[in-house]
């Protein structure tokens, strides 16, 4: 039997699975129904097309980099927490230097901030894909 998990990785991992794949079939379901009108003609066709592709693979592109942020945001407050690096029970090698106190802390914010900005890209790209998608149409 499966031992509960303490970390509601899983939950967060299963949630931003819904969330994305839903909002792929709807823009799927919005795509074909678009491209089965018959008074569109076929430039319009393919410009919708260039452009619901576009907003796909820049929303897939953008999962990886929101789910990396997410994680590089952990081992920040892990650091900050712990206030050492690197934090206590996360599998490091036994021969890296460890900081502790101050200079500790400042890696913890530096660590939180990137993570940060991978998250916000990772979310800013669809909405990149979608500007760009709606020029070509």
């Known amino acids: 039997m499966l031992k509960p998990s303490k970390?509601?990785?899983?939950?967060?991992?299963?949630?931003?699975?819904?969330?994305?794949?839903?909002?792929?079939?709807?823009?799927?379901?919005?795509?074909?129904?678009?491209?089965?009108?018959?008074?569109?003609?076929s430039i319009d066709a393919a410009g919708h097309q260039i452009g619901m592709w576009l907003l796909v693979v820049t929303m897939l592109a953008g999962m990886p980099a929101v789910g990396m942020g997410a994680y590089v945001m952990y081992i920040g407050s892990r650091i900050h927490v712990t206030q050492q690096w690197p934090p206590a029970g996360m599998g490091f090698r036994a021969n890296t230097p460890i900081m502790l106190g101050e200079r500790a802390m400042l890696l913890g914010w530096s660590v939180l901030g990137l993570g940060f900005v991978l998250v916000v890209c990772g979310l800013m790209l669809p909405v990149v894909g979608w500007k760009f998608g709606n020029l070509v149409q």
């Open 7 to 41: 970390s509601p990785v899983l939950l967060v991992m299963l949630v931003t699975l819904i969330i994305f794949g839903g909002a792929l079939v709807y823009f799927t379901m919005e795509y074909l129904s678009q491209v089965t009108k018959s008074e569109l003609s």
